[in-house]
Nanobody, 123 residues
Framework: VQLQASGGGLVQTGDSLRLSCAASGGTFSSYGIAWFRQAPGKEREFVAF???????TYAGSVKGRFTISRDNAKNTVYLQMNSLRPEDTAVYYC??????????????????WGQGTQVTVSS
């Protein structure tokens, strides 16, 4: 499976962005798709997860502001980010795997990764 993340950019505090993760080369609907992010000098962290038949899951820091959704017909997962804050500044990565519920927040649960898209939120 190849993943292509896009949609990042430079925005101001309070603005919105929508990231896209387009997949090719596999049975997209059978995979769980997660978004992770990595800020400068920090470890990569879980942001959100979506898998058909399972509840979506969010990190506490983005819950209520970010929404993950997927369009299996287009092999694409989206991350709608509202009320952006400077602390949301990071490179955002999408990843595909088949994690069990208790491991969906772990990077090691995912087999395939996109190249990342930069999100910068200015204050």
């Amino acid at each position: 499976v190849q993943l292509q993340a896009s949609g990042g950019g430079l925005v101001q505090t309070g603005d919105s962005l929508r990231l896209s993760c387009a997949a090719s080369g596999g049975t997209f609907s059978s995979y769980g798709i997660a978004w992770f992010r990595q800020a400068p000098g920090k470890e990569r962290e879980f942001v959100a997860f979506s898998q058909s038949g399972k509840a979506t899951t969010y990190a506490g820091s983005v819950k209520g502001r970010f929404t993950i959704s997927r369009d299996n017909a287009k092999n694409t997962v989206y991350l709608q980010m509202n009320s952006l804050r400077p602390e949301d500044t990071a490179v955002y990565y999408c990843a595909a795997g088949r994690p069990i519920t208790s491991s969906m927040t772990y990077m090691t649960s995912y087999y395939y990764w996109g190249q990342g898209t930069q999100v910068t939120v200015s204050s």
